[in-house]
């Protein structure tokens, strides 16, 4: 019977990686009030290294960790469903309890540890890929560039919509449903009132209750919110992770400067484009409009090439056997445990009920517990895969998803070259 190798490298690798690098994005969210995210006049500050950090983000990483985790996701996915078909099991449902289980999970953080979760979002996007699974890859690929296009169009209305609330909120005689708007979109991409920004500090630096309370309240429909805001975009790069896995892009099957081309396509667009946008969000200082059209608009069409050109570089850069190599590839076979150990470590460190550093350090300060992070994550993943088969919550997420518990003990590399046909 044909096996499918337990593990690719390549893939683990460039998980490894985009798990780290989803930090660089996130620790913003945890660090700080909300709308410092998108805008660094919200918060944290905007001149000298603190707009360089932000800039340096906006250019190279912003969306592209994101969206290079969903590339793997949905490489992981397929290969699972492909193991699946192979081991004589059923395949769908092997793929929807895995599926249910993660948005399981993807709830449990997002409602009781922090509100940023992307959990959610790929259960129910995987669980719409299902469909896409017997595509060859041009047709996964075409019909992640109609997702994208859809979801690019989408992303142009939200300025003109935000244009409209803007005259409207201006006018003599504006409502209070229009002004009310206009500061849900300050909220979201301009800069928030002081008062606002105040509430938000002080609810942070309290206790876990009342943080708990907030996030039931405000984040109950946020997963729904999710899959209708980017689930376009989120299924596209999935597709094409499928395509890339097919193509042989993510094994590594490539020659060289076939991958070297990709790098320069990636980047060759990408970095002009994206540095034009920061620049132009600079002599605009900001403003709301700027950033609407230039964080969530302008940059969908070039997202997705520098993705691919990010995983060519990584592809290029890995070392078989190499020490670094290795490690980045232990935390990507672990990613699961790796992102939501970091939801647990930053939300201690930053949370009323943990250290509360929530709002005290500027934007390239906080850059300090990334490394830390980094530095942590890569230390404990390889001697763990040493000592047991899977990370703790891989473990328990692919127990629950069988239905039994699955052995632990023995080491990763031993499991892997015994089970050679097992599913994730």
Not at 35 to 45: H, L
Not at 167 to 178: E, F, G, I, V
Not at 328 to 354: E, H, K, P, Q, V
Request: hydrophobic fraction near 55%; aromatic fraction near 14%.
């Amino acid at each position: 019977m044909a096996t499918l190798p337990e593990r690719i490298g390549t893939l683990d690798t460039i998980r490894g990686v985009a798990v780290l690098g989803i930090l660089l994005l996130n620790i913003v969210a945890f660090a700080m009030p909300q709308t410092a995210y998108m805008n660094p006049r919200a918060y944290g500050g905007w001149h000298g290294a603190d707009l360089a950090a932000y800039l340096i983000n906006f250019v190279l990483f912003d969306g592209k960790m994101r969206g290079l985790f969903s590339f793997l996701f949905g490489a992981s996915m397929l290969m699972v469903i492909e193991r699946a078909e192979l081991s004589g099991q059923s395949p769908a449902r092997v793929h929807f309890s895995r599926m249910i289980w993660l948005l399981i999970f993807g709830l449990i953080h997002l409602w009781l540890i922090w509100w940023g979760d992307i959990l959610t979002l790929y259960a129910m996007v995987g669980m719409i890929a299902w469909a896409f699974r017997n595509k060859d890859a041009h047709s996964l690929i075409g019909h992640g560039i109609l997702l994208l296009c859809f979801q690019w169009l989408l992303m142009i209305l939200m300025p003109i919509g935000m244009h409209a609330t803007e005259l409207a909120a201006a006018r003599p005689d504006a409502t209070a449903d229009a002004r009310h708007g206009l500061e849900q979109l300050q909220q979201g991409f301009g800069v928030p009132s002081a008062q606002w920004i105040a509430g938000q500090l002080a609810l942070m630096r309290g206790g876990y209750w009342g943080i708990l309370s907030d996030r039931l309240a405000n984040n109950i429909t946020t997963p729904l919110n999710s899959l209708l805001f980017v689930g376009a975009e989120t299924l596209a790069y999935m597709l094409f992770g499928m395509a890339a896995l097919k193509s042989g892009f993510l094994t590594g099957a490539w020659e060289r400067r076939r991958y070297w081309r990709w790098v320069a396509v990636g980047f060759g667009i990408g970095v002009p484009v994206y540095a034009a946008l920061g620049a132009w969000m600079v002599a605009q200082q900001f403003s709301m409009m700027s950033v609407a059209i230039a964080v969530m608009a302008a940059s969908v069409p070039v997202r997705s090439v520098m993705i691919v050109g990010w995983a060519a570089l990584i592809i290029l850069a890995l070392r078989p056997g190499g020490a670094l190599t290795q490690r980045l590839a232990a935390a990507g076979r672990m990613a699961f445990s790796n992102y939501l150990g970091t939801s647990l470590i930053c939300t201690t460190l930053f949370y009323g009920y943990g250290f509360g550093w929530f709002g005290y350090w500027s934007r390239a300060q906080i850059y300090g517990v990334v490394l830390a992070v980094w530095v942590l994550i890569l230390l404990w993943s390889k001697p763990w895969l040493e000592h047991f088969r899977y990370g703790p919550l891989e473990w328990l997420w692919r127990s629950l998803a069988r239905r039994q518990w699955q052995p632990m003990r023995g080491g990763a590399l031993s499991a892997t070259q015994k089970v050679a046909t097992d599913t994730q």
